[in-house]
């Protein structure tokens, strides 16, 4: 499947599911990298799986695979803002599996896929399933693309 014939009806669907309330809206006002929202960027990171597993033809669950993307940083609190030492890399993945669990309800799956998208940072959380590679593997693309185009603009 080319990327120009992809319906993103399931995509609108579950986005709006998760989106479209009070406290996902939050996301809006933390940033994640550079100068990118966490909401851009969980949108962002949702999008590229959704893509790529449709595009690729992997065989995995389309619903689980977007909605832990949407939610893999649902930390909820301004990272840039914490003390020194604070390990935010290693401990937010805990965090956000804990709220997304709480106000959106995960399966197994779902919160697999939050736990263990920064690996291999933290090894303990190993991504279980193929929808949690997807996770992880978008979201570092996603970063770096993320983080590269604001150096850019500062050359
Ligand atoms: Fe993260
Ligand atoms: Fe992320």
Not at 32 to 45: I, M, P, R, W, Y
Request: charged share 30%; glycine share 4%; net charge positive.
């Amino acid at each position: 499947m080319r990327k120009g014939k992809i319906d993103f009806t399931l995509f609108d669907e579950i986005c709006g599911e998760v989106c479209d309330t009070p406290s996902y809206a939050r996301l809006k006002y933390y940033v994640a990298h550079a100068d990118v929202s966490v909401f851009c960027h969980s949108v962002t990171v949702a999008k590229n799986c959704y893509v790529f597993a449709l595009t690729k033809k992997i065989k995995c669950d389309v619903r689980s695979l977007v909605k832990g993307a949407l939610l893999h940083d649902y930390f909820l609190y301004d990272w840039h803002h914490l003390p020194k030492f604070s390990f935010h890399g290693f401990r937010h993945a805990k965090v956000a599996c804990e709220n997304a669990s709480r106000d959106f309800g995960l399966n197994e799956k779902e919160k697999n896929i939050v736990l263990s998208h920064m690996f291999p940072l933290n090894l303990r959380s190993f991504p279980k399933c193929r929808e949690a590679w997807i996770v992880t593997l978008m979201d570092k693309k996603c970063a770096l693309k993320e983080v590269f185009r604001i150096k850019e603009k500062q050359l």
